[in-house]
């Protein structure tokens, strides 16, 4: 098995929308012979999957290139995650927890897949989240905002995913080789809480081990 041993890193805001880049993968253990690898920073968006794929066919002449995805994401928008997971397995696409750092250091770094994100992780053939690395569950909701005008705040409501998204969710875990108790303990979270998953609890869900 391949450990990766990811580099402690300041914690740095990621708010805008989910960009990917090749970095190279630095690891003890396979020396100059380590791979490049995808990375996925940011937040996902509806138009994450197409853009993911019209990164891949953007072609590239690396063949070091190696089908594996770093994820850094504090999440975004489900059913986009969905799709992005669905990409991911179809094309048998490893994902890993961990990012790179924008500087150009050599990485990778620990990193995040939060909220949204897990639903994109769990599409991956192996999914790994090493030791540093935070994979957090999050209760789905969607905030809109109507009216509002120069002295008036706009109203602003929220609303919770009722059950028959809560069942497609689980379907789609299902389908990806993950329990679907993971989903209905996102779904009974309290809103605005985040649930970083311990080892025990990925391992007991079929998440995500700490090493390929």
Not at 137 to 154: A, C, T, Y
Request: with cysteine; hydrophobic share 40%; proline share 7%.
């Amino acid at each position: 098995m391949l450990g990766i041993a990811l580099t402690p890193a300041a914690a740095q805001e990621r708010g805008g929308a989910m960009s990917f880049h090749v970095a190279p993968l630095e690891s003890r253990e396979c020396g100059k012979h380590c791979p490049d690898v995808i990375v996925a920073d940011g937040v996902i968006e509806a138009e994450t999957p197409q853009a993911f794929v019209d990164f891949l066919k953007s072609g590239s002449a690396d063949t070091k290139l190696r089908r594996i995805v770093f994820f850094n994401s504090r999440g975004g928008n489900v059913v986009a995650s969905m799709v992005f997971g669905h990409i991911l397995r179809g094309l048998r696409i490893a994902g890993v927890v961990g990012r790179f750092d924008e500087g150009g250091d050599p990485g990778p770094f620990v990193g995040e897949c939060l909220s949204a994100c897990v639903y994109a992780l769990m599409g991956a053939v192996r999914r790994v989240a090493p030791p540093g690395s935070e994979v957090g569950l999050h209760r789905m909701s969607i905030v809109e905002s109507q009216g509002g005008g120069f002295l008036r705040p706009p109203q602003v409501t929220r609303s919770f995913a009722d059950p028959p998204m809560v069942a497609v969710l689980g379907r789609y875990a299902r389908r990806m080789g993950i329990d679907p108790a993971l989903v209905r303990t996102a779904e009974s979270l309290p809103p605005d809480t985040v649930h970083v998953l311990s080892r025990e609890e990925m391992r007991r869900w079929s998440l995500a081990t700490s090493q390929f």
